[in-house]
């Protein structure tokens, strides 16, 4: 470390003391006395007391922060009078400077890890999700979509394109979310019976009328819509007749505009005035294309009426008009209902009741050439919510009426059902517009019929002439797709296109004789169907396109990823660990690697793709170490060694493993997943118990020179790590009670205290429950106010402590107020309701900026401390005390000095004599045990009120029981670790696991599911009632924050796992040993009471402690990046499996989001504990300044 200009002889005899201290020992030595020397100093001094004191050796080399000038503390023998030893100037490296680098490459080391995974992930999505190539190729009047005549009927006639127009006028009534069936009537299971009575049945009356009244005028149809049931993919098939992929399901958020040939450009290029009015996302997917819009903004679920308000404020007024040819409303109150409530609540029957109202306003300002066409986008759920493949989602109304007949036949016992994409090339046809170029719908040829025609094969004829139409552009279609990608089934396009050229020679020769060859039509007819229905199945099966290779080069990332973290968390341990290499040669590798990409794919001509430079970069990056692993197995390393995961942990992750390739474990993960902690939990006990750690081993210390530490009383005994256990098994049966079931589970019932205080009818319920709420908030305050002021973190004057004090009560103040206002919000009296509108805006988003405040307090003084100087002993625990002997840790070391060098500058200017009359010079330091705990805790009560905001009000008896739950399975995984002085640290596998799967079932607790319905979209409105405008950002950060809510949580207190056990140590005093007498005496006497150091022993060994802090950060990166590589290995093994799209998809996006969200978490985590660790370095100094002065 260093090298003396004096060369001074050092004695055989020896004592280590650690982080390089060594003393020697002299016999006969009656007192030792520590001494400093530096450039301070004249040297002549140290030759003349060199030749006077007996020299017993250097201690330390230490750099005087503050002072800036380097000293060198050595121990010196007294045998004669107290004379101080100076010893010339030294050269010597900054100790403190070597810490903050390793806590730098601790922090890139994990941000490049993290990237390792991203890239993987990235890689893994790229080859995996739907993607569909979109053509931009349009249909016209002057291109027939196939050879031969136009259709039957179709020659001069005006304005006749493929086919001659039946109706001038469209009216689409657009009612989101109408399920099919909200347009039912109340009926009876058998006869006899009353009839069922639920909120939403019956309340389309008039519909019902019209079907009774008027049979071959009004038709009602089961549409079924395509996964995934968001509206934006709805909107796209019910223009394009299209089919939308699943990676289609993020856009729902941030709509573009649809390039692919559809219905309302045909309708502009043919120059139709197309109006309308309604949801604001048609803005996005046809701009400029609108004759005349009103476009109201759609993203506030909680708001059901001011879009439906806007829209009869101009419907009205613009059907009277003659400037219009097709009009378009988009009603968004019955989806909003859902959302809010449910399909189940009063509310849903009033706004079911205005659209019927709507209804047959439209039918009666109806005229004879205007089609009126009514259609829900998608169904819900039974809990409101929608975007899956669930029978109640993709199930809507479709109901068609014209003023003259439309139907030949009768109406059906029971509604036809046909998919939702036959609607557009139906009504293109209908209008005499051409058929999208893309569209895969089939007509509905019964709305080709000629109505009351003596003539029976003319229906046939005009029904096989538009399914021929029909046939002829999905043909071309076919063949168009086909030569531009390779994502169809060869050998079923063949077998279809065969099809086609049958049916279509039978079609054409019956062209010429269509007199009496009603059954050949129908042949045609049938044909002709099998054929469109053919396709598309064949582009549901087919519009999967994997690129195999780029899943496999994910998957093969990531697992290189969980094998750098098993790995280098092992070597981290090792004593001749380095930090700053396994940075800077991955990063040169990485850089190298995208760069040789980028040239070769530029070289090629091909456009370079960001995630393939960064899985090159990654692989790049992997290559080091890679070779470094080559070369231990080279040496003959035992296998063992490179696998150091614990037998029964090792099984609990294999079993976690191995469940994520069965649906069925999926999708009862939110049950499975409190069972598995449950277990491990018993394990932990019983481990415990089998390894003799229920009582905690002895503090493990190095002997140091007269000087010997007892522990005191046992942190646990078996009766109260038993009474943990059982605590925390009857917190997890407690948080299963808040569960969200799976639509796959028609048999589980939902928990009913997941829904908003404000879903509730009765007042004296919702009130009760409104003060369990505010007492689950009162008492996680409470309670961290209790623990804090168990270890004194309340007395110290910061910023950060006087925040806790006063800002905490204030946010949980505001949160109280505001779920008041939001669970009353609608019974508020309406000279109130402004007021009650404003503080829903203001008092969120106070909490908000609080917490935010706190936060930023927190990092800017996160030490809380008390500080106290005074001259005599001190009377309560203290890290720093009056010095004599050798130091016994890195705090002594780094803290006693100044004092040292204080006293000797008192002793040269001949002070000391009046100065020990007062006592030897003491600074009580009170909460440094837990300072890097307190910190932790206090951020993660900060970041949970916030996101308690964005969760319904109940859950926050959830959260109560996280904070419980967390601390209980703290104090039972202490009981098992033991603490080391001065290092290595290290988290046993088992703490990791079990917190990672904690993180996972309070997911399921707070009433989350891997399904894209299962989204809370109402978080999105908290603080902002009345949307966010254009913004898309903030709403989907505010959604997921309430979705990985637990992931953020746990993955920011992880450290926790690191510091606690040191947290936990002993409260009792120890006793500090002094030697007395020569050598041949060994009688002892204690001096003084000291009291444990407990997290200030991590400061021992800041290369300990950087090296537990990555340890523990891989360790987690390995647990959940063995959750995603199993997810996204299902995904791929089962692509072709019936539930791919309904479970394993959705289940890989949300555990790759997650991972996401725990490893910016676990980030800023370590980062934290880091500055803390910083700030009380940084504290010190300037203690030792105050103190000089």
């Known amino acids: 470390m260093c090298k003396s200009l004096c060369s001074t002889p050092k004695d055989p005899d020896s004592v280590d003391l650690g982080w390089g201290l060594e003393i020697s020992i002299l016999n006969g030595c009656s007192r030792l006395m520590p001494v400093i020397c530096g450039p301070h100093l004249q040297k002549h001094w140290c030759n003349w007391w060199r030749g006077t004191l007996h020299w017993v050796g250097y201690g330390a080399v230490y750099l005087l922060e503050g002072f800036q000038e380097e000293v060198i503390l050595a121990w010196l023998c007294i045998e004669g009078p107290e004379y101080p030893l100076v010893l010339y100037p030294t050269v010597m490296n900054s100790l403190p400077a070597t810490s903050r680098m390793q806590k730098i490459s601790v922090l890139l080391f994990l941000a490049w890890v993290g990237f390792l995974f991203y890239a993987g992930i990235a890689l893994f999505t790229s080859g995996f999700l739907l993607t569909r190539l979109e053509l931009t190729n349009h249909s016209s009047c002057q291109e027939p979509p196939g050879p031969g005549s136009l259709p039957w009927g179709s020659q001069g006639k005006p304005g006749a394109c493929w086919m001659p127009s039946r109706f001038s006028r469209l009216v689409l009534v657009l009612i989101d979310a109408l399920r099919f069936d909200f347009a039912q009537p109340q009926h009876s299971h058998g006869p006899g019976e009353p009839p069922v009575s639920l909120p939403f049945l019956g309340k389309l009356d008039y519909l019902q009328r019209i079907l009774e009244i008027q049979p071959h005028h009004a038709r009602l149809y089961q549409s079924k819509a395509d996964p995934p049931t968001t509206t934006m993919q709805r909107l796209k098939a019910l223009t394009t007749g299209s089919l939308p992929t699943f990676i289609d399901a993020g856009s729902n958020f941030a709509s573009y505009a649809i390039v692919e040939d559809n219905l309302i450009k045909q309708l502009a290029s043919a120059g139709r005035r197309v109006v309308f009015m309604g949801d604001d996302t048609w803005k996005d997917l046809f701009p400029g294309v609108f004759s005349q819009a009103f476009f109201f903004p759609s993203f506030n679920v909680r708001d059901l009426h001011t879009v439906d308000n806007g829209i009869l404020e101009h419907l009205y007024p613009t059907m009277d008009s003659s400037e219009w040819d097709m009009l378009i409303a988009h009603f968004l109150g019955v989806d909003h209902c859902g959302h809010k409530h449910g399909p189940h609540h009063p509310e849903m029957a009033k706004k079911l009741s205005q659209m019927d109202q709507v209804i047959q306003g439209l039918v009666d300002r109806l005229e004879n050439d205007t089609l009126l066409v009514v259609i829900g986008d998608h169904g819900m759920t039974m809990t409101g919510d929608h975007g899956g493949d669930s029978e109640l989602e993709i199930s809507a109304a479709l109901f068609l009426y014209s003023p003259t007949a439309l139907f030949p036949s009768a109406l059906p016992q029971e509604p036809e059902i046909v998919p939702q994409i036959n609607l557009v090339p139906t009504l293109a046809l209908l209008l005499g517009l051409p058929i999208p170029f893309g569209n895969i719908g089939e007509v509905m040829v019964e709305l080709f019929s000629v109505v009351e025609d003596p003539q029976p094969h003319s229906s046939a004829l005009a029904q096989a002439s538009a399914l021929h139409l029909n046939a002829q552009q999905v043909s071309r279609f076919l063949h168009t797709y086909s030569a531009a990608a390779q994502d169809l089934q060869i050998k079923e396009l063949h077998r279809l296109q065969n099809l086609f050229s049958k049916a279509s020679a039978d079609y054409q020769r019956l062209l010429q004789s269509p007199q009496g060859a009603e059954a050949a039509l129908q042949t045609v007819i049938t044909e002709l169907q099998q054929f469109l229905r053919g396709v598309r199945a064949m582009c549901i099966e087919s519009w999967a396109r994997f690129s195999l290779v780029r899943m496999a080069g994910g998957a093969a990332l990531m697992a290189a990823a969980c094998f750098l973290c098993l790995l280098v968390s092992q070597w981290v341990t090792s004593p001749g660990f380095y930090f700053c290499p396994l940075l800077l040669t991955p990063m040169a590798y990485g850089l190298a690697g995208a760069i040789v990409c980028a040239g070769l794919l530029t070289a090629t001509g091909l456009k370079p793709d960001p995630v393939v430079l960064g899985a090159m970069a990654a692989v790049g990056s992997l290559l080091p170490f890679l070779w470094k692993v080559w070369a231990g197995w080279g040496s003959k390393r035992p296998p063992a060694a490179l696998l150091p995961i614990p037998g029964p942990v090792l099984l609990f992750l294999l079993i976690r493993f191995a469940a994520f390739f069965s649906d069925s474990f999926v999708v009862a993960e939110a049950r499975a997943t409190p069972f598995l902690l449950g277990s491990f939990i018993l394990l932990l006990v019983a481990q415990l118990h089998w390894e003799g750690k229920l009582l905690p081993p002895k503090l493990l210390t190095i002997p140091r020179f007269c000087l010997s530490a007892s522990t005191g009383p046992p942190r646990h005994n078996g009766t109260h790590a038993l009474g943990l256990g059982v605590g925390l098994l009857l917190c997890i049966r407690l948080a299963g009670l808040f569960h969200r079931c799976p639509e796959e589970t028609p048999a589980c019932h939902s928990s009913p205290w997941l829904s908003p205080l404000a879903s509730m009818v009765g007042g004296r319920a919702k009130n009760l429950w409104y003060g369990a709420c505010v007492g689950a908030l009162v008492a996680l305050l409470v309670a961290v106010r209790l623990w804090l002021r168990r270890y004194s973190n ?392 105050a103190q000089q002065r």
């Open 794 to 1185: 309340l007395k110290s004057p910061e910023p950060s402590v006087l925040f806790v004090r006063w800002g905490l009560p204030l946010m949980v103040l505001g949160t109280a107020a505001y779920w008041a206002l939001a669970s009353g919000a609608d019974e508020a009296p309406p000279r109130l309701r402004a007021l009650v509108a404003g503080a829903s805006v203001v008092l969120p988003r106070a909490v908000a900026g609080l917490a935010a405040s706190g936060l930023m307090l927190l990092l800017w003084r996160p030490v809380t401390v008390l500080v106290k100087a005074t001259t005599g002993a001190p009377r309560t625990r203290t890290v720093l005390t009056p010095f004599s002997g050798p130091p016994t840790s890195r705090a002594d070391l780094d803290y006693v000095v100044p004092q040292i060098y204080r006293h000797m500058q008192e002793e040269f200017r001949g002070r000391l004599e009046r100065t020990k009359s007062q006592g030897p010079l003491t600074v009580a330091a009170y909460q440094l045990g837990s300072v890097y705990s307190a910190a932790m805790v206090t951020a993660l009560t900060l970041l949970a009120f916030p996101l308690l905001l964005l969760h319904a009000e109940r859950i926050s008896l959830v959260f109560l029981l996280l904070f419980l739950q967390s601390f209980l399975l703290l104090h039972l995984l202490a009981a098992g670790i033991s603490i080391t002085t001065p290092g290595p640290f290290t988290v046993p596998w088992q703490a990791v696991s079990a917190w990672a799967l904690m993180a996972t079932q309070t997911f399921y607790s707070t009433g989350h599911q891997p399904v894209f319905p299962a989204i809370h979209w109402h978080a999105a409105f908290v603080g902002f009632p009345e949307g966010h405008g254009s913004s898309t950002w903030l709403p989907a950060l505010l959604v997921g924050a309430n979705t990985f809510a637990s992931h953020l949580l746990f993955a920011v207190g992880c450290p926790l796992l690191l510091l606690w056990p040191f947290l936990c140590e002993s409260q009792g005093p120890r006793k500090k040993w002094q030697p007395l007498g020569n050598e041949t005496e060994s009688r002892v006497k204690p001096e003084e009471e000291e009291e444990p150091l407990m997290e200030m022993r991590l400061r021992d060994a800041p290369h300990h402690f950087n090296a537990a802090l990555l340890q523990l950060g891989l360790k987690y990166f390995f647990v959940l990046g063995i959750q995603i590589l199993a997810c996204a290995l299902a995904a791929s093994i089962l692509r072709r499996h019936l539930m791919v799209w309904k479970v394993f998809a959705p289940k890989f996006i949300f555990e790759a989001v997650g991972f996401i969200v725990s490893s910016v978490g676990l980030f800023l985590g370590i980062a934290l504990v880091m500055r803390v660790d910083g700030a009380v370095s940084s504290w010190f100094r300037q203690l030792v300044l």
